[in-house]
Structure formats: C-alpha cells, structure tokens
C-alpha cells in the first residue's frame, strides 16, 4: 500500500482545489509547485483531486534555471550538495531552522542520489540532477537557486550550536568582504594551506560554512566545475573573490563539526589522488599571485581536513 501524503501536503492540495474553483489559477500552480517540492504530485479528478508521490525528475546541472536576477524574496539561501549520507542534511536542516531567529529563510539541496524530492519536506527546494554530476557542478546549479542576497553554502557534516547567522551577516554588512565564515585557511608559500589561528582576513575559507552575498556570485561567478570532487574548490573560488578585488575573512560561529563523510568514505590512495589533481588546478591558476594573499612568502603548513 502507498504512503499516504503528509497532512501539509493535504492541506496544500485542498487550498488548491479551491483556488482552482475560484479559478485563480496562478495561485493554485503555485500550490502545485509546492506540493511537488514536497514529493507529491496532485491530479484533478471529478469531484476532487489524487496525490501520489512524485518520482524525481533528474537534470543536467547546466539546465537548472537561475534566479539569480530576481529580486530577493528570502532574507538567508541555505544550501547543501547531497552526494550520499542524507541524514547528514537532515540534522543540518533542523539546526539551522531552530536558529533563524525570525528571518526567513530559503533551503536549497542539490541532491545527486536520486532520493525522493520529498525527504526534506515543504519548504525545501530539491534540485534532482542526473548521476554523475560532480560536486562544483552540483554546487552551482543549487546556489543558481538563490532568493535572498545572504547566501550560506554548507556541508552537511556542520550543525548550528546557536546564532550562526548573525555574526555572518554582520560581517557581509562590510562591502569589502565578498567571503567569510568560520573556517578559514591562510598560506605562506601557495603550495600548503593551513587552518587561520584568529578571526579576520585570510586566503581563503573552506566550503564546510562559506557565506557570501548573492551579489558576490555574480560577479566573481561559480565555483570551476572541473572541480568534480569538493577539494580545493574553496581555494579556487576565493582566490577568484579576491581577483576581484574583496576581502576573505574569517568569522567565529557557533558550530559543531561532525565527520566529514565524503573524505572518511574515500579510500587513501584515492583521496590523495583527487586532492593532488584538484590543487593542481588551483595551481595553474594561481600559483603566482602572491600579491591576493594576507601574508606573502613565508613558511606554510597543512590544511587540516
């Protein structure tokens, strides 16, 4: 027997119907939108209407439309790639809904695993894209998704402890700063990267918890989707942030750190080799541009994991 559809989701499609017979049709296609961000699918019938759970229906990344260019309708865009391990963004999801403290927030996930576009219930934009997208890619079609100009970009393995937004969007309050967070990293020799000892300005912030306005993306664009696994992305992007002439500043937030899924499920040998290859690209680009880092020649150290 088929699950029977959440009673949200019920109420949706009975607001729905009466839109419908009052004919605002607008109205009740939003409704309908709803309900299949919700993982259910509504058909008309004589004297009523059908829900029966939607399948997903996956996309190539490069056709998720933007709305980048639409004005604002959310105060805060939340977004996660799910390349396995869901329950890790539903643990993010609920602390970060316990902490919004009155603003309204957008959630976004950009989810590869084909799983139902209903998991994480109303109120969840599910962005379905086709197996083997790689996770720039991924990235990049969610973020195209923003509706709020305060854009969060967050691994699943982070979880909100308290007031995480607040101390972000004080510092994007800053028109010098195109990234921060709470993560940040600094180099001395742009070959290694280290974790950033104080809060302030760094090289670069690593993409557990990166928070950057919409505007920022735009100008710098997304993250370089040859970048197929998540390491050194980071770098690239920030690195594009300050060509571009803003700061990258590190931000104490109240998180917790939970393991970081993809990296411990990786063999050794292969997460050694897509790092080096990543940093490679970082490298082509980079190597010599001395001149966007905080602290010029000088010793460096490992980036921590």
């Known amino acids: ?121 109303p109120g969840v934009e599910v962005v379905s894209l086709e197996e083997g997208t790689g996770w720039a890619a991924a990235r990049n079609a969610g973020l195209r998704r923003s509706r709020a100009e305060t854009i969060l970009a967050l691994d699943g393995s982070v979880e909100a402890s308290g007031d995480v937004l607040s101390p972000l969007e004080a510092a994007l309050a800053d028109p010098t700063v195109g990234v921060c967070g709470p993560f940040g990293l600094v180099t001395g020799d742009l070959r290694e990267f280290r974790e950033s000892a104080a809060s302030g300005d760094c090289d670069a912030v690593e993409a557990y918890l990166m928070a950057f306005r919409r505007s920022t993306l735009q100008l710098a664009g997304g993250f370089d989707e040859r970048f197929r696994w998540y390491r050194s992305a980071d770098l690239e992007w920030c690195f594009r942030v300050r060509d571009a002439g803003l700061r990258i500043t590190a931000v104490p937030a109240p998180v917790v750190r939970h393991e970081h899924r993809m990296w411990e499920a990786a063999a050794p040998e292969e997460r050694e080799e897509w790092s080096r290859r990543n940093f490679g690209r970082f490298l082509d680009r980079w190597r010599d541009r001395w001149d966007l880092t905080v602290q010029g020649r000088g010793s460096g150290g490992e980036r921590g994991e």
């Open 1 to 121: 027997m088929a699950d029977a559809p959440p009673a949200e989701v019920r109420v949706l499609a009975e607001r729905r119907a009466a839109e419908r017979a009052a004919q605002n049709f607008a109205a009740a296609d939003a409704l309908r939108d709803r309900i299949l961000e919700a993982g259910w699918r509504v058909h008309d019938e004589a004297g009523g209407f059908r829900l029966e759970p939607a399948t997903a229906v996956r996309i190539r990344s490069a056709d998720v439309p933007s709305v980048l260019e639409d004005p604002p309708t959310a105060d805060v865009s939340l977004h996660w790639v799910v390349e396995g391990w869901p329950q890790d963004v539903d643990r993010a999801l609920a602390s970060f809904r316990s902490v919004a403290g009155g603003r309204a927030l957008q959630f976004v996930v950009a989810d590869v695993t084909g799983a139902a576009p209903g998991r994480w219930g």
